[in-house]
């Protein structure tokens, strides 16, 4: 495959582009990394250092790759965080360059926008743009539980509520909803988080052990093996079962190291080679 991804850039640790590439290439695709932001580390350390991009900035760079003739060649178009409001109609311009050139691609959003723990920590011109224009225009999104309350104007606690949800976003637009983080009931007091993915053929979960740790990037690397091993598989069922051991092993080697950065190089055998050793189950 080859990937258009449109994201955040850091130097130190793994978010953004700097999560999703190398996993990427590790699983054997080529990757066009182009960078919203380019900043010294992530935003969950409360002090960081490097530009915002501006989407004029971005943009050329996407046209420079158009130039190169190259964009029939591209399977599909990856978008994370957006930094500024702007880039969401630069992300959407190049979509529809690549889906001209190439009918076949697809696009997935990763409406990077929060979580439940720390809320909302985009610029607040983010989300509504996000709902409202980027997501109708995605076939692939991949919203946390948080998220995807938002953009579906909802409150899912439970594997019912998120199914609800997830139908409802569904019909915004995206033809397939990946939902990670699940918590079936009350989440401070589970041991196992799950994450659902919902097509028009049916709604599949697979569960891992909850590990006690926050993890920055993770969301990235979820989004970006997921599309690759759905555009190898074609099953949403074997898609979630790679992605979810490669990202439990990427994990738990993060908390064994007690490193605060995802350990992606340490766990990348893990990434190549996914164990799929957790159960999916249909559960509709």
């Known amino acids: 495959m080859k990937i258009l991804s449109i994201q955040s850039s850091v130097a130190y640790g793994h978010v953004g582009n700097s999560a999703a590439v190398f996993p990427l290439q590790r699983l054997g695709h080529e990757v066009w990394p182009v960078s919203t932001v380019h900043f010294s580390n992530h935003t969950g350390y409360g002090a960081w250092?490097?530009?915002?991009?501006?989407?004029?900035?971005?943009?050329?760079?996407?046209?420079?790759?158009?130039?190169?003739?190259?964009?029939?060649?591209?399977?599909?178009?990856?978008?994370?965080?957006?930094?500024?409001?702007?880039?969401?109609?630069?992300?959407?311009?190049?979509v529809a360059q690549v889906k001209a050139a190439n009918p076949a691609a697809t696009y997935t959003c990763d409406p990077v926008m929060g979580n439940a723990t720390s809320g909302c920590f985009v610029d607040p011109a983010i989300p509504p743009i996000i709902r409202e224009l980027v997501v109708p225009q995605a076939d692939l999104i991949t919203p946390n539980q948080f998220e995807l309350g938002f953009l579906t104007d909802t409150s899912p606690t439970s594997l019912s509520d998120t199914l609800d949800s997830a139908d409802l976003a569904r019909q915004m637009g995206p033809s397939t909803v990946l939902v990670t983080s699940v918590f079936?009931?009350?989440?401070?007091?589970?041991?196992?988080?799950?994450?659902?993915?919902?097509?028009?053929?049916?709604?599949?979960?697979?569960?891992?052990?909850?590990?006690?740790?926050?993890?920055?990037?993770?969301?990235?690397?979820?989004?970006?093996?997921?599309?690759?091993?759905?555009?190898?598989?074609?099953?949403?069922?074997?898609?979630?079962?790679?992605?979810?051991?490669?990202?439990?092993?990427?994990?738990?080697?993060?908390?064994?190291?007690?490193?605060r950065?995802?350990?992606?190089?340490?766990?990348?055998?893990?990434?190549?080679?996914?164990?799929s050793e957790f159960e999916v189950r249909q559960v509709r």
């Open 49 to 94: 250092r490097g530009p915002l991009l501006s989407p004029e900035d971005v943009a050329a760079v996407i046209t420079g790759i158009a130039e190169r003739g190259v964009l029939p060649s591209c399977d599909a178009v990856l978008s994370g965080y957006q930094g500024g409001a702007g880039i969401a109609e630069v992300i959407l311009s190049a």
């Open 261 to 275: 950065e995802l350990r992606l190089v340490a766990a990348q055998d893990a990434i190549a080679h996914p164990a």
């Open 184 to 259: 079936d009931g009350d989440a401070q007091t589970s041991d196992t988080i799950g994450m659902l993915a919902v097509t028009g053929d049916g709604a599949w979960l697979v569960e891992t052990p909850r590990l006690a740790m926050k993890a920055n990037g993770s969301g990235d690397i979820t989004a970006a093996m997921f599309t690759a091993h759905l555009h190898e598989t074609g099953s949403p069922a074997d898609a979630l079962a790679r992605t979810a051991s490669s990202v439990f092993a990427v994990l738990q080697a993060t908390l064994e190291s007690g490193e």
